[in-house]
């Protein structure tokens, strides 16, 4: 039994057997099995640009996640169109938004799973590598010609690098940006601002002297209060200050932080990016700028204090931006104005930073199985990666459900209406024909994702693009043993770098405390750690690099 | 009986008493009111925090939304079918086990007492357990959910405590008069057991009522779903912002208030039940049969 494709039984118990045949399979790395056997209904050469049509009508399982806002109907625009295009039909598991997750691991685990599982978030695939229940990617590529020329034209290699496991291979089709895509930063008020005289602030510190106008304005208030603190503290303002420090916090925070300059990886709670981003927060609060509660409250708490005039800049992002404050601010305070100011500068410069992928696609390696295995990795390359693709996932059918004129911009159909763009029109692009959906869009040309985007956002837009991307960090993927010992070291050290963060932030232990706090980090093994990432780092450099 | 005389000491307590349970009435009680006045209210006034007790811009239009979803009342459905079958077979089997169980006479009594409890301690684990309904062939049907829970330990062992109550001597008397064994458990245990078998029908719909979990794991198709799988969507939905860098108005998030209908109307029916069967609660456990 030395085919990969036989070793498939029990896959709900093969976590301790599959580890084994995972070791056999590694000189063998870079050769794509034989897949002749597999070929039914597939296109006998299928390229860039190519519509993809099945030879014969075929089907295959396609795990959904369920969102409340637009819940699945079969007889949307969407199946009946792709399989009219694709010969493919679609056959949805679904499953509620509320625990995709717990329902993916189940099905996974169980052996199961549909062959097409999309909506997974990087590292969530990893768990499920050791039991051999997915598929190796990226030893299929070559049937993937689409996904390929994205990766190749738009140089996205370095990100792929950081999705590759310790064998070299990768086990998530992840969604592919043109460009980095900033979203998430501050919103003002700017017509407090312009009553004071105060500019829009660009850097850190310029928003550290408007917020410190304002409280000689209004001594009762907080000038700024923030939301998503819950269950990350301070997940967006962290991120995005420790950013400005060459630091990860909040949402974004990892253990590990590529310094470039000394070409190591350091630890980033203990890194003097991170104590200046504590520092810098802790100024505001301790000066009374900023809400102490801003960490611990519940979103809904902040966006009554901004909503009701009680403060003047929280975090947003373009869709919290209109919903959760402009519509609602427009009602309480008469001539509020609000804007989602470009992410604030600090020392590091003008950098925007963030990735080029985000969540996408496993395959269940049952698939190798199936005779139309090849049809299928062509159908979803076709579907999630050529441009046709994923215009039909987003616009729908030209015609239809939208409009394109000569340089190609998109227009909805009059009758139909998506976030705002034809309100009052009788259908919705999202609820009544299935496109749009979070399931089969994402990625794509920076084009086509701002193809849905207002002035002012791709205003907030261009700004951001103007910025130089942060350059992607080197790879260090863990062996199975190495996870595992790093997990173990993982949970005490984010638990305590996150209790001190805050503790440092509000101002109940002392600054002066710092070299202690790192000597406690120590103590839970924090060099070992970065030993093990360095180890992890050096080996993949020397075998895949 | 004669009205005691009470001491002050006696007096202060139950004032004491008084407070504290007010207080206990308010925490438990507010929430609720606050979601019935948030579903009746506009969303603008939810989303700034300004409805407590009463519902702002009063508006039906809330409820004419949620139950016009036709998988609402789908699932609705399912969940009122779902509970009668899943009670009705739980029921049966739990009586007749922990009637058997009360029987000290019976040979391996221990044994099948263990096997019971065996199972509270330790169970095989969700994916096994998936693994095990997928290849009786019950996913998606509603055996997966009324089946594999039907015997709750706890309810069994408060139920064979009970028989355990009930004087012998009944059943004795019983079987000289010539009784069998299910003659004696139908017309003679069970009728003077009303009160351990409408807390325990109480117990079992409640349970089967509110659970999501058997029903998410086991059933792939949202037609098959039970009402509290699509609230806790509902819910989740609220929170989870999609979409992002898009335009104007409305959101792929569901509304707040549409969440407080969408509870309410779920809580309402077994909420409604409460009254009626709590009162053989107090009752239950004191009745005996025979006297002195």
Known sequence: MREISRRQALVGLGAFTFVLAGCGEGETAKKTADVSGNKAGAMASFGVGQQFKATEPISFDVLYNNHPFYPLKNDWLFWQELTKRTNVTLKPVAVPLSDYEKKRGLLVGSGQAPLIIPKTYHPAEEAFVASGAILPVSDYLDLMPNFKDKVAKWRLEPELNTFRQSDGRFYLLPGLHEDIWVDYSLAVRTDILEKHNLEIPKTWDELYTVLKALKAEYPDLYPMTDRWGVPTPGGNLLKIVAQAYGAKGGWEYQHATWDSAAGKFVYTGAMPGYKQMIEYLHKLVKEKLLDPESFTQQDEQAKQKFNSGKSFVISANAQTLINDHRTQLSKLVPGAKIVKIPVPLGPIGEYKIGVRTENGVMISKKALENKNFVAMMQFIDWLWYSDQGQEFAKWGVEGTTFTKDASGAYKLAEDVDFVGLNPGAPKHLQKDFGFHNGVFTYGGTTKLLHSTFSEEELAFQKVMNARKPWPVEPPHPFTDEEREQAALWETPLKDHVQQNTLKFILGERDLSEWDAYVKELEAKNMTSYINLVTTAYERFKKEHG | ?292
């Open chain 2, 1 to 292: 009986m004669v009205t005691m005389a009470r001491s002050r000491g006696y007096r202060v307590f139950q004032g004491i008493n008084a407070v504290i349970l007010t207080g206990v009435v308010i925490v438990t009680l507010y929430p609720f009111v606050n979601i019935i006045a948030r579903s009746f209210s506009e969303e603008r006034y939810i989303v700034t925090g300004q409805v407590n007790l009463l519902p702002r811009g009063f508006s039906l239009r809330t409820y004419e939304v949620v139950t016009a979803d036709p998988m609402f009342w789908t699932n609705y459905r399912n969940t009122v079918v779902y509970t009668v079958v899943a009670t009705a077979i739980a029921m049966v089997l739990t009586t007749c086990y922990a009637y058997v169980l009360s029987k000290k006479h019976l040979k391996g009594r221990t044994f099948l007492i263990w096997v019971a409890v065996f199972t509270m301690i330790f169970s095989g684990g969700l994916i096994p357990n998936y693994v095990l309904v997928n290849s009786l062939g019950m996913t998606n049907t509603i055996w997966a959910v009324v089946l594999p829970n039907a015997i709750s330990v706890f309810n069994l062992l408060v139920m064979k405590t009970f028989f355990e109550n009930l004087p012998q001597e009944l059943e004795e008397a019983a079987a000289i008069d010539g009784l069998s064994t299910y003659g004696i458990l139908w017309r003679v245990v069970l009728p003077l057991s009303k009160a351990v078998i409408a807390t325990m029908l109480l117990f079992y719909a409640v349970s089967f009522w509110n659970s999501w979990f058997t029903a998410f794991l086991y059933l792939n198709e949202q037609e098959l779903f039970p009402v509290t799988v699509y609230l806790r969507n509902i819910i989740a939905g609220a929170t989870g912002a999609e979409n992002a860098g898009a335009v104007i108005g409305e959101a792929s998030q569901v509304a707040s208030n549409i969440q407080s209908v969408t509870i309410l109307l779920t809580v309402l029916p077994i909420l409604a039940v409460y009254p009626f069967v709590q009162r053989y609660f107090v009752s239950g456990v004191m009745l005996g049969a025979v006297k002195g």
